[in-house]
């Protein structure tokens, strides 16, 4: 056997990742080491003996091997907390493609000295409907009482709890978790960011008081890195945040529950492109905990795991105060045009709100834009006005300014039509101002609230406007798919969701998962209480499988459909795709070495079979900040043979051309 080294960091924190220093691993520990231990090692000039750990194990020297110290022993053969997250970085590192050290930056978190005390996550105690839940109900009883089993047995699995919306699974996590508590073990509940709201956290903090610990975008670093060391000094038992708190030192971790596991924010946004599920459940195997996905519209992923077997399936089919489920009804809004009605309200969903308005109940209005934004164009010729440094339109804003949502450019809306000169220039596309004029204009006795991207800028405005809301300053709440997720507001009883369809437009394979879940969400919010809920879609495709089966309000019906479709079109989940995106400042070499490029899987691929290769094309934005993209997508039954050909690529170095991976993508490119 070849001489084997060892990659070490002596001192483990994210500033210091970049050095590594190379040793020789002695032979009578060659089978034993493994990425992660903890070790000895003589350093510096004086041989002092220094712990260390390895981030990896390579038959390549990296410096001169007569210089080379030796490994001195293995200090601790059990994973230590560090060992696992190094494991876990190990893990990113082969399974989305990148270096170990850009994996390490990731789990590790930044530690950053902060002086003032931070503020409290939760500085006003909003009134939200919030007794406490101490009579579980049956279906959710069975659910607790088979975790506690299997945890006291030492059975640690992944279960799929899918529950409709209002069936009570935050209940069902609470009280999971509280026996992983008792067995004095930790536990990381991950929500999408979005959901991170005052209400999600109160619940906890009612059970858990102060022994929670709270992550979010918003904290400054070293707010975060206080939060960790929480964790690690066991002040706390239960952390709370989105996808990075999947990385908290808890060194005794019983549990992980993943809320609307469904939702793309699990997948991280840059390189390495991981996805938070799938990395919590190697942090469960690596740590012997259990993993609980919770949701009312499952990701395909995670269903088919649970048909398949290997996830535990849980369903709560009931919501819990004995309110049915909204009545759903849908308007073919080409119909509501031949009948002459040109609003972008329906009359059915117009005499909704009136009622609804009369008996003071509140409404929510969800104009889904997914993917969608308002441009600025010319009535007269036509012209678009699009951002001069990427191959996108401009969004109109509220300030009068439009801005490239891709590399940050504004400028300001025109005057006049910069090709025809035309004055006849405006925004177009429906916006959720637009939509509360109209409907201020329609209900002048109706009090509205607006929540979007340009209302939620400011610190504390999201968390203000869901107070005003709760606290029913407002009877309607109109707004982007931020009100969707999570939120239980007692008194609200109709839901309108105006342009159902548009997200199924864009030419993405997962564009009908989508559309699914949001309406289904956004449906789940009517009549959560006592009172009965109504839900009116306007949509033109009435007739398409994503929106018919929310009327239906059948997941399963839903899954079926969706399932065929990928099986046919050899998407995920019933197979693997692998997204490469090539980028350069040169288009003409950038189509040229695209080419090569797949010329070169291509032969992978003869030897390999049961790959199929689409591309070289453009991406579907081909410009961005003046870079061209050109992708390649790759399909295959079998994630190993597309590491492999991931690897070939790994030292590949080109002058003027970058490469990224992406294993199934949450969204194409
Ligand atoms: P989900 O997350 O499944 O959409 P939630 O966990 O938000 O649903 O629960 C919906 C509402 O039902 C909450 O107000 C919660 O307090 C209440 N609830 C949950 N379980 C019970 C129960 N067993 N009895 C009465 N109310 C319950
Ligand atoms: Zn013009
Ligand atoms: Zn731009």
Redesign the pocket.
Same mark, same amino acid.
């Given at each position: 056997m070849s001489q084997l080294y060892a990659d070490i960091i002596i001192d483990i924190s994210h500033e210091a990742i970049d050095k590594t220093f190379q040793y020789k691993i002695p032979e009578d520990l060659e089978d034993v080491l493994e990425v992660g231990m903890q070790v000895f090692v003589p350093f510096g000039q004086y041989n002092k003996r220094r712990k260390g750990y390895v981030i990896g194990i390579t038959d390549r020297a990296s410096f001169e091997i007569d210089k080379m110290k030796e490994i001195s022993d293995i200090s601790d053969k059990s994973l230590k907390i560090e060992g696992q997250l190094i494991k876990l970085a190990f893990f990113i590192h082969t399974n989305y493609g990148s270096t170990m050290i850009n994996a390490l930056k990731v789990v590790m978190p930044v530690k950053e000295r902060i002086n003032k005390k931070a503020p409290a996550f939760i500085t006003e105690a909003p009134d939200f $409907?919030?007794?406490?839940?101490d !009579?579980?109900?049956e279906e959710?009883n069975k659910i607790v009482d088979e975790f506690k089993q299997d945890f006291s047995n030492g059975i640690y699995k992944t279960y799929l709890l899918h529950?409709?919306? /209002? !069936?009570?699974?935050?209940?069902?996590?609470i009280n999971c978790i509280r026996k992983v508590i008792e067995q004095h073990r930790q536990a990381i509940v991950l929500v999408p960011e979005i959901a991170l709201t005052y209400q $999600?956290v109160a619940?906890f903090k009612q059970y858990f008081g102060d022994r929670i610990a709270v992550v979010n975008s918003r904290q400054s670093k070293g707010e975060r890195y206080r939060e960790f060391e929480r964790v690690k000094a066991h002040e706390v038992d239960v952390i709370i945040g989105p996808r990075s708190a999947l990385f908290a030192p808890c060194d005794n971790l019983g549990i992980i529950v993943i809320?609307e596991e469904h939702d793309a924010a699990y997948k991280s946004d840059q390189s390495p492109k991981y996805h938070a599920r799938e990395v919590a459940l190697e942090r469960a195997r690596l740590a012997g905990a259990s993993v609980i996905l /919770?949701s009312?519209t499952p990701s395909m992923e995670s269903y088919m795991q649970a048909k398949l077997g290997h996830y535990k399936l849980w369903q709560?089919s009931a919501?819990?105060?004995g309110a049915a489920l909204p009545d759903v009804s849908i308007v073919d809004m080409r119909e509501e045009l031949h009948l002459g009605n040109r609003s972008i309200i329906s009359s059915e969903l117009h005499n909704a709100i009136e009622k609804c308005v009369e008996k003071k109940e509140q409404i929510m209005l969800f104009i889904n834009r997914r993917g969608y934004n308002s441009f600025v164009s010319c009535r007269e010729c036509g012209e678009v006005i699009k951002c001069p440094k990427c191959d996108v339109s401009l969004s109109l804003h509220d300030n009068g300014f439009m801005m490239c949502h891709y590399c940050g450019h504004t400028e300001r809306k025109p005057k006049e039509c910069p090709k025809c000169r035309s004055k006849m220039i405006g925004g177009f596309g429906t916006g959720t101002q637009k939509v509360e004029q109209e409907i201020r204009k329609l209900f002048p006795n109706a009090k509205t609230l607006r929540m979007d991207k340009d209302t939620t800028t400011r610190k504390g405005s999201y968390e203000s406007i869901i107070n005003q809301f709760v606290n029913r300053k407002a009877d309607i709440l109109i707004g982007t798919q931020m009100i969707v997720k /999570?939120h239980?507001f !007692?008194n609200v009883t109709l839901v309108g969701i105006l342009l159902a369809d548009i997200s199924l437009f864009s030419n993405d394979y997962r564009s009908g998962e989508r559309t699914f879940d949001l309406l289904t969400q956004a449906a /789940?919010r009517a009549g959560? !209480?006592d009172k009965e809920g109504r839900v009116v879609i306007q949509t033109y495709q009435p007739e398409h499988y994503a929106i018919a089966t929310v009327k239906k309000q059948s997941y399963e019906d839903f899954f079926d459909m969706e399932l065929s479709y990928r099986r046919l079109m050899k998407y995920p989940p019933v197979y693997n795709m692998m997204v490469m995106l090539i980028t350069s400042g040169d288009y003409d070499f950038l189509v040229k070495e695209s080419e090569n490029i797949s010329k070169k899987i291509k032969t992978f691929s003869e030897e390999h079979v049961g790959i199929k290769i689409i591309g070289p094309a453009d991406a579907s934005i081909v410009r961005i900040n003046d870079i061209f993209r050109r992708v390649i997508y790759i399909k295959s039954d079998d994630l190993g043979r597309l590491r492999k050909i991931r690897e070939t690529f790994d030292n590949y170095e080109q002058d003027g051309i970058s490469i990224m991976f992406d294993v199934n993508p949450v969204n194409m490119y």
């Open positions: $409907n919030m007794e406490q839940v !009579s579980l109900n959710q529950g409709i919306t /209002g !069936s009570g699974k935050t209940e069902v996590y $999600n619940r809320d /919770g009312a709560l919501r819990p105060k /999570g239980d !007692s /789940g959560r !209480s």
